[in-house]
């Protein structure tokens, strides 16, 4: 099946058309223009987007929010992960942020978080939600991945690395998209 990604994030589109293969992935095409994420929950913020996409293209669309929720933050940045550090930050800006506001001393467990939705021209729309918990590290390590993945330490391996040390098999079989993706494609009946 053909869907269209509600993202701009070359990211995304490399990760999520790995993760939902044997569907084909096509980038949102250029003209569209995707609305401002105003929605209180991840699954919100999705939703709106697909919904869009598959409106402009015809074609059923596929849209993830995702962030990461810092327990001594009460769950900070959330659905505010991109635009942590301001709405023109870099993943660079948002890391320093978060690293400055979780003390090193303190409580670091983190969670990512990814809502990830498939909506079709028809109005169908199918949720599904992953999680990866771990904790955070004041000493980011590693060139894979992207965002926050240099200084996350995930709960699932116990030998230290980051998220953005570990090879992308690895990564996906643990990640919040990789979760979310599995539960997404089992729900279309295609996992």
Do not use: W
């Amino acid at each position: 099946m053909r869907l269209v990604l509600a993202s701009r994030n070359d990211h995304k589109l490399r990760e999520l058309a790995a993760l939902l293969a044997p569907h084909e992935l096509e980038p949102l095409p250029p003209e569209v223009e995707l609305p401002p994420e105003t929605g209180a929950t991840f699954a919100e913020n999705a939703l709106v987007k697909a919904r869009t996409a598959a409106a402009a293209t015809g074609l059923p669309a596929i849209a993830d929010d995702s962030g990461i929720a810092a327990a001594a933050l009460d769950g900070a940045p959330g659905i505010y992960s991109a635009r942590y550090a301001g709405p023109d930050a870099s993943d660079g800006d948002n890391l320093a942020k978060l690293l400055r506001e979780v003390p090193a001393d303190g409580d670091t467990r983190v969670a990512y978080v990814c809502a990830l939705v498939h909506v079709t021209p028809d109005g169908r729309e199918t949720v599904a939600e992953g999680r990866c918990e771990g904790r955070l590290t004041h000493q980011p390590r590693g060139d894979g991945g992207f965002g926050y993945d240099p200084a996350v330490v995930p709960d699932d391996y116990t030998d230290g690395r980051t998220m953005a040390e570990l090879d992308p098999a690895e990564k996906d079989a643990i990640s919040h998209r990789g979760r979310a993706a599995r539960e997404l494609l089992g729900l279309l009946g295609g996992g």
